[in-house]
């Protein structure tokens, strides 16, 4: 068992509200910088920048997960990560047809430029991305594993799109294999209120905007698979946070 380092929550210049520096070749290597093992791109229901950040991870040593952060149509986010780039774009083509489609003002909510692992721009998205969508937190989990995917509550400890600032507790349905905190401190706090959390998987995550706010090697987990081995430490993180 080896311990491989990770941030499991970072946002492109795909979303409106993340930095337009946060393409996918610096993310990579600002993990690079950070001396991450592991690095998951989560932009706001999409997942078209995960190619290019793919590629460049690959030039850095990183192993790549693609992922979203999912809004529900509770206004509630959702982290959903994939074992495998196909499977992400599959769900993130289900998602855009679940998309409420309001145009973007880019000058109040930021551009969502779509990149090349050369941070060549190839695109943007025309429509205003981290509105809910029509997909509800019960039927979130079972739609990420159509496409071999999870999803688990993102930044439970926050007010803003955190489930429990949204619905008032955490509640036991659907069942969530783990959850996402921001703030390490707070996990033993947030276990004591809600026992259900207390036999859960803690991630803890960045939520980076900015290129700063990309964790250091600071959080980690064992695995079995070798650190060379991508695809094999993707499939056993996915197993380790379903709690498979």
Request: with cysteine.
């Amino acid at each position: 068992m080896k311990k491989l380092y990770y941030d499991l929550h970072m946002h492109s210049c795909l979303s409106p509200c993340a930095d337009n520096d946060m393409t996918p070749a610096n993310i990579a290597g600002m993990g690079a910088v950070a001396k991450l093992d592991i690095m998951a791109l989560t932009d706001h229901n999409t997942c078209k920048n995960c190619p290019a950040f793919f590629k460049a991870a690959e030039k850095y040593n990183i192993v790549p997960v693609a992922g979203m952060e999912l809004t529900t149509a509770e206004d509630i986010h959702l982290i959903c990560l994939f074992p495998e780039l196909e499977n992400a774009l599959g769900f993130s083509e289900e998602i855009n047809s679940r998309r409420v489609l309001i145009k973007n003002n880019t000058g109040i909510f930021g551009d969502q430029l779509i990149m090349n692992e050369n941070d060549e721009v190839t695109g943007s998205d025309e429509y205003i991305l981290p509105n809910a969508t029509s997909v509800s937190v019960d039927e979130a989990p079972g739609l990420a594993g159509k496409y071999s995917g999870i999803c688990y509550p993102a930044h439970i400890d926050r007010q803003s799109n955190g489930i429990i600032a949204v619905l008032g507790v955490f509640p036991d349905e659907p069942e969530f294999p783990c959850f996402e905190i921001h703030d390490e401190e707070k996990t033993d706090e947030y276990k004591e209120r809600f026992p259900v959390l207390r036999s859960m998987p803690a991630v803890v995550s960045s939520d980076a905007h900015y290129l700063w706010d990309i964790n250091g090697r600071e959080h980690s987990f064992e695995f079995k698979a070798d650190r060379n081995d991508a695809p094999a430490v993707r499939r056993e993180l996915i197993e380790r946070l379903s709690g498979r």
